[in-house]
């Protein structure tokens, strides 16, 4: 008798510890796993510290996450260069990608996607003491920076061919430049700008123009032809304006920099191709 109570026991504790190793497999609760693309270097939008997880972008993933059956714990945060995007979804490397992922015709030839969920623009960075500065007509003479390569500072210098371009490796640098007036502004898209002026180190020393000149309308990437899911998304993206979490996210995230979002936010989600 006391052979089979220990035999039994045993199987017992052979067959819990089978479960639990089965039910964390994930790292999560066990529920639906989703890989979701986010910038990891874009305050205000897409940040990665340490474990933690911020940004407008990664507040509108985890409402859309949840909506779409995942808790928070079961979302594996992957990082999306904006270069690696398409081939993030095309490969199955990421399930939808929330990565100030602008809506274009030539991208939707290889990825699908759902939103918009905010209508961004160009827009200048300049500091709070600056009144000279209104738009990309007063550019003329000005020190101008952005990013090597950046279409945003391209599209400036063809409209003012006076402005003195200066090219950075990275948005902090030109932040930083900005800061002891080495650049008289900085040019990229406004929710760009205000996650920069909003870190604390920064408030109260910079602010946006707010004169967006262009259109940039993020949308959540997904793989092509995935119409369902896109569906899904639509519908708790209109769900997030709705019951207020859409302006909450807002305020939490670019608020500190006096950032108020453009025309046409919140924007009603294209229909679903």
Avoid: H
């Avoid at 960075?125 to 007063?138: E, H, N, Q």
């Amino acid at each position: 008798m006391n052979i089979r109570r220990i035999g039994a026991a045993a199987a017992a504790v052979s067959l819990a510890l089978g479960l639990s190793a089965c039910g964390s497999d994930d790292g999560g609760d066990g529920g639906n796993q989703l890989k979701v693309g986010i910038k990891f270097d874009q305050p205000g939008l897409g940040l990665k510290e340490g474990n933690d997880y911020t940004g407008f972008d990664v507040d509108v993933a985890r409402y859309v996450a949840e909506k779409l059956g995942t808790s928070e714990g079961d979302i594996e945060w992957v990082q999306a260069p904006s270069a690696q995007r398409e081939t993030l979804l095309e490969t199955g490397q990421v399930d939808m990608i929330v990565a100030t992922y602008s809506i274009t015709d030539s991208r939707k030839e290889k990825v699908g996607f759902a939103g918009p969920y905010f209508i961004a623009g160009q827009d200048l960075l300049v500091r709070a003491d600056d009144d000279s500065i209104t738009g990309p007509d007063s550019l003329d003479g000005k020190r101008l920076c952005s990013v090597t390569g950046s279409t945003s500072a391209q599209t400036v210098k063809e409209q003012v061919p006076g402005v003195n371009l200066q090219e950075f490796g990275t948005y902090s640098e030109c932040v930083s430049a900005l800061v002891s007036n080495a650049v008289d502004a900085l040019t990229t898209d406004d929710t760009i700008l205000a996650g920069y002026a909003s870190q604390d180190q920064y408030q109260g020393q910079l602010k946006v123009v707010g004169a967006p000149f262009t259109e940039e309308r993020y949308g959540i990437g997904i793989a092509k032809g995935d119409t369902e899911k896109c569906e899904q998304i639509n519908e708790a993206i209109r769900e997030m304006i709705s019951d207020g979490s859409w302006d909450s996210a807002v305020e939490e995230n670019l608020g500190a920099a006096g950032f108020t979002p453009g025309e046409g936010n919140p924007p009603e989600p294209d229909a679903c191709a």
